[in-house]
């Protein structure tokens, strides 16, 4: 088994989107490039005062399944202004459908 899965996922008011890629440094690049991209929307996940229903979270998924059944998942995220969701949609389908 031992089967590796890497994902970017989007997540804002319940609306999931989510990217599949074969190897992390393609979908590492596509995570550097929208956190750069929308850097001026990022918010400070430690600021207690945002609204959940206010952000958009980006993330990028590891997913490890083991020879022994068992899971091991990385996931580090980002949150943005929510404003930006359907910009941040676009440019990631964009980019990751050019990637093809």
């Known amino acids: 088994?031992?089967?590796?899965?890497?994902t970017i996922e989007l997540l804002y008011q319940g609306k999931y989107e989510s990217?599949?890629?074969?190897?992390?440094v393609a979908r590492n690049d596509?995570?550097?490039?929208a956190k750069e991209k929308f850097s001026e929307?990022?918010?400070?996940?430690?600021?207690e005062d945002i609204d959940?229903?206010?952000?958009?979270q980006l993330s990028a998924s590891s997913l490890r399944?083991?020879?022994?059944?068992?899971?091991?998942?990385?996931?580090?995220?980002?949150?943005?202004e929510g404003r930006v969701f359907r910009d941040m949609l676009?440019?990631?389908?964009?980019?990751?459908?050019?990637?093809k």
Do not use: H
């Open 1 to 6: 088994m031992n089967d590796k899965i890497y």
């Open 19 to 24: 990217w599949d890629f074969k190897d992390p």
């Open 30 to 33: 596509l995570f550097t490039k």
């Open 41 to 47: 929307f990022s918010l400070d996940e430690e600021n």
């Open 52 to 56: 959940d229903l206010a952000i958009v």
């Open 65 to 80: 399944v083991k020879e022994d059944g068992d899971v091991a998942q990385r996931v580090p995220y980002e949150w943005f």
């Open 90 to 99: 676009a440019f990631i389908n964009e980019d990751y459908n050019n990637m």
